[in-house]
């Protein structure tokens, strides 16, 4: 099932036709829609409109970048991180050249690390994130992380290869110390 969706773009008054009885039942009274939850930052009851397995379905039929990010938003901030995956891999592999597409891609990595216990593929998704040009700060972070899910993993020479990587990079940087200091610990072998 597909969400319901206003034919009026963002900020137009909204239409005084029904909406199409497929979807009846995720809409409420008015015009509210998903995405003018999402927007509003009512991320549960732009879930509610979605309806169960609602997310995937939208970002299956999701036709920017936008719609995307939202559908992502909509997932982590109710409380649902592994369901902003997929709208959060389509936007890194349709939209890659996008500018939230590293964004996207640091934020499965985030979410992969922090909240699904995958460090193999969050460390594929920071290493995605830097090769697609993350700015700024998140840039930085991302080259630590991506040594922090190397390090969980047991995996010593991609851990060293990426802590080598950052203190290229960021000789000075917030994490810095944290790298050397475990460089210089013992490794159990």
Request: charged share 25%; proline share 8%; hydrophobic share 35%.
């Amino acid at each position: 099932p597909q969400p319901a969706q206003s034919d009026e773009p963002c900020g137009a008054e909204p239409s005084t036709r029904a909406p199409t009885t497929e979807r009846v039942s995720e809409r409420t009274e008015g015009p509210e829609s998903w995405l003018d939850a999402a927007t509003a930052r009512d991320f549960d009851r732009a879930r509610d409109l979605l309806g169960p397995g609602g997310v995937r379905a939208a970002a299956r039929s999701a036709t920017t970048p936008r719609e995307l990010w939202a559908l992502s938003d909509i997932a982590r901030q109710s409380g649902h991180p592994r369901e902003a995956i997929f709208p959060l891999e389509r936007l890194v592999v349709d939209y890659g050249s996008h500018p939230q597409a590293p964004l996207a891609a640091f934020t499965l990595g985030r979410i992969q690390m922090d909240q699904l216990g995958a460090p193999t593929l969050a460390a594929e998704n920071f290493e995605r994130a830097i090769a697609m040009g993350l700015p700024g700060r998140l840039r930085e972070e991302a080259f630590f992380l991506r040594f922090l899910t190397h390090r969980r993993t047991n995996n010593h020479a991609r851990a060293r290869g990426a802590a080598e990587a950052y203190l290229t990079r960021y000789p000075s940087g917030r994490h810095a110390n944290v790298i050397l200091e475990a460089l210089s610990e013992p490794r159990s072998e």
